[in-house]
């Protein structure tokens, strides 16, 4: 079964970086886009960045250009969204998502506090 599994978040002060990893099993990484999303409180989950199979096609909300940067290791079947100069506004909870086999599939999500 399709399993996709968050860690790397957590508590930073406003500028500095955080690096979330998502590990995926069950399916054929290295066919599927993978993305990232986040959801803040009260707000609606939203996508912050995705990429094609073998890395050649990137996607960015415009919020995170420039900031952010999403890659992935087929070998590892792990997808990774380093994130420098946070701000607050960054706060939110951070899900890796993929679309397989007719289904989305989502992680557990970890949280991301930006605070001074």
């Known amino acids: 079964q399709v399993q996709l599994v968050e860690s790397g978040g957590g508590l930073v002060k406003p500028g500095g970086s955080l690096r979330l990893s998502c590990a995926a099993s069950?399916?054929?990484?290295?066919?599927?886009?993978m993305s990232w999303y986040r959801q803040a409180p009260g707000e609606e989950r939203e996508l912050v960045a995705d990429?094609?199979?073998?890395?050649?096609?990137?996607n960015y909300a415009d919020s995170v250009k420039g900031r952010f940067t999403i890659s992935r290791d087929n070998g590892k079947t792990t997808v990774y969204l380093q994130m420098n100069s946070l701000q607050p506004e960054d706060t939110a909870v951070y899900y890796c998502?993929?679309?397989?086999?007719?289904?989305?599939?989502w992680g557990q999500g970890t949280q991301v506090t930006v605070s001074s």
């Open positions: 998502k993929v679309l397989a086999y007719g289904a989305a599939y």
């Open positions: 069950g399916f054929t990484f290295s066919s599927y886009v």
């Open positions: 990429i094609s199979g073998f890395g050649g096609s990137i």
